[in-house]
């Protein structure tokens, strides 16, 4: 059992080495202090090469099982397809692992449970679902300020995942596992409104839905732009917009409006410091896509992880009482399952929802 | 009878002179080169006083039917209470005036009905109703881009409606009579969109809302912050938000997202072209109230109504050919009355509303 | 003898007709409550015969003289070539007439003297030099708020004036006559500059300037791109930039710098409140020229003279106590001159110049 | 001679562990790949004690002397007072060592000479002068779209440099030996002007100053706000403003002005994503100071400089061909030194100097 790290490094295993896992490999080897990558695990030899080249020598599985059993990792982190996701979050806390796992939890409802209850016995350890919005510096400020009491008593977030249009339409081929748009996008921005606005538990959705260029959604009953209403249990409101198809880049942002002013994160989603001058006016450019825009909130979710793992201040995960470096918990992420949804359910029926 | 002005200039008597009223006169009085100011009604004698030294001496009225059986009246411009509006437009009408009316056209949809009714039997005469949003220049230049092709197919438009909180809840008094939020605010939005989108009707409705400051709104059923979403029936969406309790001002804009590209209008409500740097950091004020903020907006609607009179290009309320500077007919404030009404049974019973 | 004006309204002749006439013969006539428009003078057939359709039926002269020597003309207004203005305020000035008169007073500073010297004979008459900056709304705003103390002691201004690229050329033909860039466009900033710090005299210039598309201006020693350094007396301090060849529009704007805190007047020069949002990213359109940027400060501006010709607060032109709304004086237009010829001087010198 | 790193790894040993040392120190052992960071230099036992902890067990020296001995180090990395920096950089060539060092390269001319003599000796070693805001990604992307031909020929800067206000006047105590704010603050937009410019050189240079409050600086003949314009041989200009008395941050932004556009980097310095919307309007605050602001540009010079060491592209330092990664060679530092000492003469002398 090794939930305790016998020295100050938590040692961890990778498991995945797609883009994403790449980056969370590379962040978790050279970028978070208290951290040591010992283990990386994927069934692809291309990715294993990748690993063998590119990080400080961990060792390299091909199968989970034989990671779990390697008893010098004190923690795993999940970066798998999302179906593997519940099972492989059991597996690791059965095993002693702590566990990080990217979102989403499941997009079944009793499996999400199944997992809440098998880590109910596992209290020791942390398991922390990948809502890295969190962890971005300026989400983290507006945060800060709404727990400083900036705006008042905030009462209404309006936040959007938007991509860029991909002509290729990767997303439609995925349409079928994926969930939907609600449920592979709007997911964030649920968590954000929750994180936000104090955790209230969703009362009623309403969703409704257009395809404005992917024709080819319509078997699966899924749109690309997608828009959202949700009432929280104490009269507290969400807006979402969901959208795979914007001219202009990843347009991922947030509001949160309270009863003494307003906060909002990324309104123009500038990819960096530079305006250009020219014929046609004043213009910056844009993220590209989120894996750009967050790439700070990669790494600080990493060291909120770990540093939660180590068990000293700014634990992630480890609950209420432990300020803006918390990540989701797996609570946090049975409700944005749930309230994605019922979003669903409510884009496929044209009714109101009511959880 | 007189709908063709014997000059070149259009005869217009203002009824009503409380503030908006005094715009629109010495607007017409003043600045609208097409119009003459020949006559205002009021039955407040310090309006009528104020009529007197303020405008270039028009004959004035206590009672709206001796300004309707003034001959040299060709168009009358009704900015009286609400519940007014509907019998005074058809009693222009029957009079042969040309009527300009300040939105709402009616709260009740057997009483717009009505007026269209009546309308019909003088499609000479002109009778618009006052969605000035229409008219602001930067709605306007939208509306010219999206015409122009600039952003491809719009399918979705965001609109908010927010004024600064008014500690002295002025509108709490009125909540009895204004309709709701969605009626008095948002109505302005949902001709926006309609406007920006081609003028679809509306399929589906759902609203719910919160009062974030104002208790004394709960005995009429209304709240002080409302969120909506709006569907029209070939697949275009409008989502919605109006709020009473903004800290920063009035925060007035739309955004229309297109197949090919976005348009914002106003994101940023700026007061005027003064940015702040001291050691709060970098701001700008805001525009405080409507009433400022589309002072411009009254102006252009004035001309465009004028010119219409005059039957020329760029003619207010005629109709689909006539371009950008189209005025709302009295469908179109039937249209955005039905919509706000089915957002309030929405927002009242907590489902989904079919048109 | 016709100062006093016998009714409230200032009757007013307007001299020059061209675009910039035009304009100001407009709101003179119809958007200055004060002001009758009574007559006009131009030498031009053209220009008067649209005198004769657009304004109100002023009487119509060829020759500024018989224009002076109409008893009901109250005040002039001239938007003549620059080299005729100084004899015109002059004439008009011993013709008992109030006088606005486009900016520059001259290029000659013996002659901006000689007309000083005139001036104080008649302290009874106003002589404004049109800089109209001062009357936008957002450079007035500014002021305003330096004079409240907002940002503590004001020291330095950074400003420009800078033209979108006239391909044509159009001022390289000019050259010779314009004074050149500093004397053309910079003065404006100089004005701006003094009346924002307090109306410093200036102790001493450095000015340098680059050719960077107009190789015409070679020939006669000015340039498209000009910077320039200027000292006040009071240790307050000045930055200018001027430019003809600017790609995306009229970018007019300035900074004031205080001890505790700054302004910024237009930073950027959006046309508008719309942003675009398309595949090169988020951007606004520009104003294109001083024209269009400074329409609502041309009205402003003859308001504000209307007014100090009646005598009332808010008077134009009337000096130091006489608030925000004072145009520049002849002396503030003298100064202006001053410093933009010791700015061409030290162009052409490279030298510092003091004064 | 350690020129040539055994194993892939540059070997540093940083030399001075004040808060930019430590930041280096930290960049060097953990976010630098290519980088081994084996020893670390300071006469100061707090630095020491700082570095036992912090960093992964480099060798401590107390002597630089001690540290250019050890044969394991292949690059020195100086982050120490101004003055010493000549000698060192020298001593580090001629013990073999590449050598990079923070800015100024030295105030004295002649001794910024004889240290680009004394490397001219090693053309195999790299010697670097750390003008980090090269390494900004946004002055990088404006690098690149120059490059790329985005803008024309770019021919005009405005760079500033400006400090919030510092009330404890640290700054002031130090005016005797930083050379006064031209050399100390001015010389950072120096170079970004010249590098954005094409590294021309500089022709003749005005300079003007005022003490808005720090009147302890009138003693060493300093300002603590200061404005210069510089002309370069080949037509190209720059103008320049530093402050040490801003209200909202640090405010370190410049503009290139080409013949087909512009580009400004960083006009409103955000220290984020978030706009606070309160009765004071909407507002972002601001980066606190340039160690906050440029944190990604000291990362990713010290990433270019041991690629650059490591001989691969994007070598820093490594001269015209080596594209927008290259650092300040000592050549450029040179010609910042004597820009900057011609500045401060010009201050002191109220006239324009050639150079």
Same mark, same amino acid.
């Given at each position: 059992?090794?939930?305790?790290?016998?020295? *100050?490094?938590?040692?961890?295993?990778?498991?995945?080495?797609?883009?994403?896992? $790449?980056?969370?490999?590379?962040?978790?080897? !050279?970028?978070?202090?208290?951290?040591?990558?010992?283990?990386?695990?994927?069934?692809?030899?291309?990715?294993?090469?990748?690993?063998?080249?590119?990080?400080?020598?961990?060792?390299?599985?091909?199968?989970?099982?034989?990671?779990?059993?390697?008893?010098?990792?004190?923690?795993?982190?999940?970066?798998?397809?999302?179906?593997?996701?519940?099972?492989?979050?059991?597996? +690791?806390?059965?095993?002693? $692992?702590?566990?990080?796992?990217?979102?989403?939890?499941?997009?079944?409802?009793?499996?999400?449970?199944?997992?809440?209850?098998?880590?109910?016995?596992?209290?020791? &350890?942390?398991?922390?679902?990948?809502?890295?919005?969190?962890?971005?510096?300026?989400?983290?400020?507006?945060?800060? $300020?709404?727990?400083?009491?900036?705006?008042?008593?905030?009462?209404?977030?309006?936040?959007?995942?938007?991509?860029?249009?991909?002509?290729?339409?990767?997303?439609?081929?995925?349409?079928?596992?994926?969930?939907?748009?609600?449920?592979?996008?709007?997911?964030?921005?649920?968590?954000?409104?929750?994180?936000?606005?104090?955790?209230?538990?969703? $009362?009623?959705?309403?969703?409704?839905?257009?395809? +404005?260029?992917?024709?080819?959604?319509?078997?699966?009953?899924?749109?690309?732009?997608?828009?959202?209403?949700?009432?929280?249990?104490?009269?507290?409101?969400?807006?979402?917009?969901?959208?795979?198809?914007?001219?202009?880049?990843?347009?991922?942002?947030?509001?949160?409006?309270?009863?003494?002013?307003?906060?909002?994160?990324?309104?123009?989603?500038?990819?960096?410091?530079?305006?250009?001058?020219?014929?046609?006016?004043?213009?910056?450019?844009?993220?590209?896509? !989120?894996?750009?825009? !967050?790439?700070?909130?990669? &790494?600080?979710?990493?060291?909120? !992880?770990?540093?939660?793992?180590?068990?000293?201040?700014?634990?992630?995960?480890?609950?209420?009482?432990?300020?803006?470096?918390? *990540?989701?918990?797996?609570?946090?992420?049975?409700?944005?399952?749930?309230?994605?949804?019922? &979003?669903?359910?409510?884009?496929?029926?044209?009714?109101?929802?009511?959880?």
């Amino acid at each position: 059992m090794t939930a305790a790290p016998a020295s *100050g490094k938590v040692r961890v295993g990778v498991v995945g080495l797609g883009r994403l896992g $790449k980056r969370h490999a590379e962040n978790l080897a !050279f970028r978070v202090p208290g951290a040591s990558l010992v283990a990386a695990c994927s069934p692809v030899e291309e990715e294993r090469a990748w690993a063998r080249e590119a990080l400080p020598a961990p060792r390299l599985y091909e199968n989970y099982a034989d990671l779990l059993a390697d008893s010098e990792v004190d923690a795993v982190w999940l970066v798998t397809p999302s179906s593997l996701h519940a099972q492989q979050i059991v597996d +690791a806390l059965r095993a002693g $692992k702590h566990v990080f796992c990217e979102k989403p939890l499941s997009l079944d409802l009793a499996e999400c449970e199944r997992v809440l209850a098998e880590a109910e016995r596992y209290p020791h &350890l942390q398991a922390t679902i990948g809502f890295m919005r969190r962890f971005d510096p300026s989400y983290k400020d507006a945060f800060d $300020k709404i727990e400083a009491g900036k705006i008042g008593r905030p009462f209404l977030v309006r936040s959007q995942t938007t991509d860029k249009n991909d002509t290729e339409g990767f997303f439609v081929r995925f349409a079928g596992t994926s969930g939907g748009i609600f449920l592979d996008c709007t997911v964030h921005d649920i968590d954000v409104a929750r994180w936000l606005l104090g955790k209230p538990r969703a $009362k009623r959705v309403f969703a409704a839905g257009a395809i +404005a260029l992917h024709e080819g959604l319509r078997e699966s009953g899924d749109v690309d732009n997608g828009v959202a209403i949700c009432e929280f249990e104490d009269g507290k409101l969400a807006m979402f917009y969901a959208s795979r198809t914007q001219a202009h880049g990843n347009d991922t942002h947030s509001e949160v409006i309270g009863t003494a002013g307003a906060l909002a994160i990324g309104h123009n989603p500038r990819a960096n410091r530079v305006e250009i001058y020219d014929a046609n006016g004043i213009r910056n450019e844009c993220t590209p896509n !989120f894996f750009d825009r !967050f790439e700070e909130a990669f &790494l600080h979710e990493a060291r909120a !992880f770990v540093a939660a793992v180590q068990g000293g201040p700014g634990a992630a995960g480890s609950g209420a009482g432990s300020g803006v470096q918390a *990540g989701a918990t797996l609570a946090d992420a049975l409700e944005a399952t749930r309230i994605g949804m019922a &979003l669903r359910q409510s884009l496929q029926t044209g009714e109101a929802v009511t959880l």
